[in-house]
């Protein structure tokens, strides 16, 4: 769906999801340095659980290959990408109450990835991290073709698929079917929505992106109203929780949640809007929350928790799907401990959250 956009809004667009890194009231992180031509960096940052951490921001090349292989420190996008911005004093919403009233001031946040399986298939969004020579295959777009990046892509015949059994390289579904692919070598990032291999080895999809994960011009060919293989437009692996990640204490990025109503609307850096529903208290897509400063994070709770809670209060959660509310995307991974999940994130609230102001909104 688009909408039209007006020419100051339409720069703001641009601006966030072409060339811009940290601007207004959001600051980089300080330990680290970027430019926001894209040139990668290193820091070490310190952790909820005392250790720290070497984050690589901006290259993938500390990754390890395979499906959900660890990163091993390494970010997507530079340090002053707006998924890697401190938004910790950023100013709150005016609508803040109500845009939470509508997720849900009673609700908890849940965790929508874990160990194990679900009617089959692992719980969460998985991904595989490929070598730059990585065949690639034709890609087939069966619904968005006008708004997706031309293949070829370098999926591998076993990637995995969302909501489908381990194996399955066929969408049957379970899910939305998202297939997500790290070129780590070149520092690219191939994400696809409903998606299927043919007998051929290429494959069909409802719509498929191409992200810049070494720079901030992140979809060079992105227009405003754009989708991608998320709703929002944006990219889904940056916001994923990823167990590599969360249990060293540390996670240095924003992460991504759905709601069960959305507003007719998006804010930079997503690109596009997926409701029919006007109304200025229900979120568009792009929103931002962030944990209060008042919360206190429970000493008692386990280091991938902690991470986690510290991440909402330092980088916040974006809205970028339409599903249930306060649900938490991540990757699945047989450490994660789904009980401890459900019972310590359970336990955050809705009225626990409040809105970053927002900036640029996109309307009809």
Known sequence: MRGRISGIAALLLLAACGGGGATGDTTAPSSSSSTSSGASSTSSTGSSSGSSATLHYASMATADLGIGASLNGAIPFPANNAWNTDISSAPVDPNSANLIASIGTNGSLFPDFG??????????IPYVVVVGTQAKVAINFTAYGDESDPGPYPVPPTAPVEGEPSGSTTCNGGG??????????????Y?????????????????????????????PTVQPGWTSADAAGLPIFPGLVRYDEASTGTIAHALRFTVAQSRRAYVPPATHW??????????????????????????????????????????GLIVADNGSNWYMSGAP????????????????????????RMDGLVTP
Request: charged share 20%; aromatic share 6%; with cysteine.
């Open 176 to 189: 939305d079917c998202h297939v997500l692919v790290i070129d780590r070598d070149n520092n690219l990032l």
């Open 274 to 315: 997926a409701s029919s529903s006007t109304s200025a208290n229900l979120p568009p897509m792009g929103m931002r929350v962030r944990l209060k400063a008042s919360y206190v994070i429970p000493a008692s709770f386990s280091t991938e928790t902690k991470a986690i809670l510290q991440a909402l209060k330092t980088y």
């Open 191 to 219: 994400e696809m929505g409903n998606a299927s291999k043919q007998a051929d080895n290429s494959w069909n999809a409802s719509g498929g992106a191409v992200f810049h994960l070494d720079s901030n011009n992140v979809r």
């Open 115 to 124: 160990s194990g399986t679900w009617n089959g298939a692992p719980i969460g």
């Open 333 to 356: 991974d047989e450490r994660w401990n789904n009980d401890t999940l459900k019972s310590e994130l359970g336990s955050v609230k809705g009225s626990n959250f409040e809105v970053i």
